[in-house]
């Protein structure tokens, strides 16, 4: 204990240095505002501000790059909010209930709680990361090829599982993400799959782009007639960006049950901050007395995702530091930036390095400040947004889609399957199928197969692997009760209405 605190002390006198503490304020900034645009995120922004670092030393480079990361998680939900479309994959859980509640005249309340969930979110976190991240990484490494294919199932299973009314269609949902992640060429064997032998789908179909389809052109054509007809609701006046009493009662037993599951999906590699939202909403859901409202503008359902996908931000650090395996695509590029700048992240990292280490650590303290002393403040200009017209706004939400999605991989061709996507949310919305399942299962159905595969070959084809270490018994466990607790609850429920 005493050598923990002797170094974060140390880490605070590096953090606190005024040149330091302008880093962490810029990276914040424009992490924030990275965050909101679609299609970019924190690992497009961090790789953006690559060559700008090698000029600022590393501990300055280190500590902009943080700021960066977790300043588009909180970015992130504004477009979410404001106009259906996510920032990132990470903001997808926000649209659920942040844009009913937009567009129930509550956007300063979806605003205001979901810069106060990822405050606390992050600040928790950074609090754990300190006292816990070597015994919390060591326990990370423990999963093996099974168990990531488990936790994926567990994780797809209870996104399905959310749609109560309906658990059929949420399966639908989840299987026609599971078909879309395999377009492209198998990554052991090089075959090409589902592609009609269109080059342009061999590198297979990226998530972001199914995203900006369902979520920003679906959204578009949803509400193509309400723009014809004028009659969108438009919200004029505007109180202080800032949550009632009564929301405060709903949102902090959610904010801090969904912290530590989002800080340990973080720490996993490959799991990232959209699993770690969606699972967390799921959890709500099926937690909530009144699940009927999710979906339709429960604060709670908001506060809760974006709570977690903070924490996972903060998570995904661990492994990348205490062991030298990137927790997420934004740390791989932080990694690749701490080498080239002649630094090995690892356990030694702590050991020859410990200003470096610590100094972003602490600076992670001063980071969640300053991000929502920046997003409390913007957040009283963007709510103006929702007074644009419908005949303007939309407009401008297909230009954001359009740019983003060319600036993902500059083709063409990623504009005609945003398009078709578009129709694919449509479609979806009018069949009441819910879209986070398929979402979900398209992007992490190609790591999931992987890990399957993997699994086989290393067991000789054995299937006890995967119920031979307690971490998979627990995992499947979880996922039977996934499926069968929200069928159970409905049950229960119709059983007392009657």
């Not at 609090?127 to 797809?156: C, D, H, S």
């Not at 599971?178 to 060429?185: D, R």
């Not at 054509?221 to 800032?242: A, C, D, L, N, Y």
Request: hydrophobic share 55%.
């Amino acid at each position: 204990m005493d050598v923990i605190l002797s170094n974060l002390l140390l880490g605070l006198q590096v953090a606190l240095q005024p040149i330091n503490i302008f880093w962490v304020a810029l990276g914040g900034l424009l992490g924030t505002i990275i965050g909101m645009l679609p299609g970019l995120g924190p690992a497009t922004g961090v790789a953006v501000l690559l060559p700008l670092t090698f000029t600022m030393g590393p501990v300055g480079a280190l500590i902009t790059m943080a700021g960066v990361y977790y300043g588009a998680m909180f970015g992130g939900s504004r477009s979410s909010i404001l106009i259906n479309t996510p920032g990132d994959g990470a903001a997808i859980a926000a649209t659920f209930d942040g844009y009913p509640l937009a567009m129930k005249g509550r956007a300063e309340a979806a605003l205001a709680i979901s810069a106060i969930a990822s405050f606390i979110g992050g600040m928790i976190s950074t609090i754990v990361m300190i006292f816990t991240a070597v015994p919390v990484a060591r326990f990370a490494i423990k999963f093996g090829p099974a168990e990531y294919f488990l936790l994926m199932v567990f994780a797809l299973s209870a996104t399905a599982a959310m749609a109560k009314t309906n658990v059929v269609k949420g399966f639908i949902s989840l299987f026609l993400g599971l078909m879309v992640s395999t377009v492209g060429l198998d990554a052991q064997s090089g075959v090409s799959r589902f592609t009609f032998g269109i080059l342009e789908l061999q590198g297979g179909i990226d998530f972001l782009i199914i995203i900006l389809g369902i979520y920003a052109l679906g959204e578009v054509f949803k509400s193509f007639r309400m723009i014809h007809e004028g009659s969108r609701k438009v919200q004029t006046k505007f109180g202080p960006i800032w949550i009632t009493k009564e929301d405060w009662k709903r949102c902090w037993l959610p904010i801090l049950r969904s912290t530590p599951l989002g800080f340990f999906v973080g720490v996993l590699p490959g799991a990232g901050g959209t699993m770690a939202a969606l699972m967390a909403y799921n959890n709500e859901k099926n937690l909530s007395k009144k699940p009927e409202e999710f979906g339709k503008g429960a604060i709670e359902g908001l506060a809760a995702p974006e709570a977690a996908n903070n924490a996972a931000s903060v998570g995904a650090l661990i492994p990348m530091m205490t062991l030298g395996i990137p927790g997420s695509g934004t740390t791989a590029v932080m990694m690749g930036a701490l080498l080239m700048l002649g630094l090995q992240p690892g356990p030694l990292l702590f050991e020859k390095h410990p200003d470096i280490a610590w100094g972003m650590i602490a600076s992670m303290i001063i980071g969640n400040i300053v991000c929502i002393i920046i997003n409390m403040p913007l957040a009283k200009m963007l709510v103006r947004v929702l007074a644009i017209p419908a005949r303007y706004l939309f407009p401008i939400v297909l230009g954001l889609a359009f740019i983003g999605t060319y600036a993902i991989n500059n083709s063409v061709a990623d504009l005609f399957i945003m398009i078709v996507f578009g129709l694919i949310g449509l479609f979806m919305e009018k069949a009441d199928i819910p879209t986070s399942p398929m979402i979900l299962a398209g992007i992490v159905g190609g790591m999931m197969e992987q890990s399957f595969r993997q699994a086989r070959l290393i067991s000789g084809g054995d299937w006890s692997i995967f119920w031979g270490s307690p971490i998979c018994i627990t995992l499947i466990v979880l996922t039977i009760a996934s499926i069968t607790w929200p069928i159970l609850k409905e049950m229960k429920r119709k059983r007392a209405g009657s």
